[in-house]
């Protein structure tokens, strides 16, 4: 590699992200030339025009989510839409999306470097969503009935089975989708979008951070169980407690 190049590593194509249970593919990174390389990656499904970039978004945040892209490292458009079998274009789009949701950086003429996240970094985004999140909890859990909350447990459920099959992606996509439906009963869009930017810039892993091991990922998918029936029961100090816990004890 000439000197002054960028270091680009590819992860494996996606063709679409991954359901709650899917086992992702067996993947070996190399170090030749101090790239990272993968053994018989799988080929790339074939995915329509009208479709490409959001199957691409997708596909780059679950490997965000699951480490294959790497905190640190910077990567072009070209070679990650040669791992996906398509253009760099489609790409170049996601990526953009990406660095605005805080995932990655553009470096010009070079690629797109995926955020260096720091354990105090990820510390203030706790504090900053309990600060917005747990008033609105409590104001929620004297005025919603307990109906209402019921008819949240399916995706609280769902959260609890991605966990237990170590589906990092699948659980984050799950996790949020759990924490906008308590939020949108607020009936304020604004702090439904803050929040979730909030949340999934949280989800972006930590530098040279362990995986979350499947134990970790089940214990915070039963805090979701504890505080619907924390809300149903109208358990302010409870709803409080865990709603604080929740976000700094988090495993994504």
């Known amino acids: 590699m000439e000197q002054g190049r960028a270091r680009e590593a590819v992860v494996p194509a996606y063709g679409s992200p991954r359901v709650p249970g899917q086992a992702r593919g067996g993947e070996q990174r190399g170090d030749a030339r101090g790239e990272h390389t993968h053994s018989e990656p799988p080929a790339p499904r074939t995915v329509h025009r009208h479709s490409v970039r959001g199957q691409i978004l997708a596909a780059l945040r679950t490997a965000l989510v699951d480490g294959d892209l790497v905190p640190g490292e910077v990567y ?42 720091s354990a105090r970094e990820l510390a203030e985004l706790a504090e900053v969503r309990a600060m917005i999140e747990v008033p609105v909890m409590l104001r929620l859990a004297r ?98 407690s865990l709603v604080r816990e929740h976000f700094t004890g988090s495993a994504l």
């Not at 996601?94 to 995932?103: D, H, V």
């Not at 966990?163 to 989708?177: F, I, L, N, P």
């Open 76 to 117: 072009s458009a070209p070679a990650l839409g040669e791992r996906f079998g398509v253009s760099a274009t489609p790409v170049r789009e996601a990526m953009q999306q990406l660095s605005i949701e805080g995932a990655v950086e553009v470096v010009p003429n070079r690629g797109f470097r995926v955020t260096e996240r």
């Open 143 to 240: 005025t919603v009935p307990a109906a209402r909350w019921a008819e949240l447990r399916p995706l609280a459920e769902a959260t609890t089975e991605a966990a237990a099959t170590g589906d990092r992606a699948g659980y984050a996509e799950c996790d949020r989708a759990f924490h906008r439906a308590l939020l949108t009963l607020a009936g304020n869009q604004q702090l439904v979008q803050v929040a979730d930017d909030l949340h999934r810039r949280a989800q972006w892993p930590l530098t040279a951070a362990p995986v979350a091991r499947r134990g970790e990922l089940v214990a915070d998918a039963a805090e979701h169980l504890a505080l619907l029936d924390a809300l149903c029961a109208q358990n302010l100090p409870v709803v409080q």
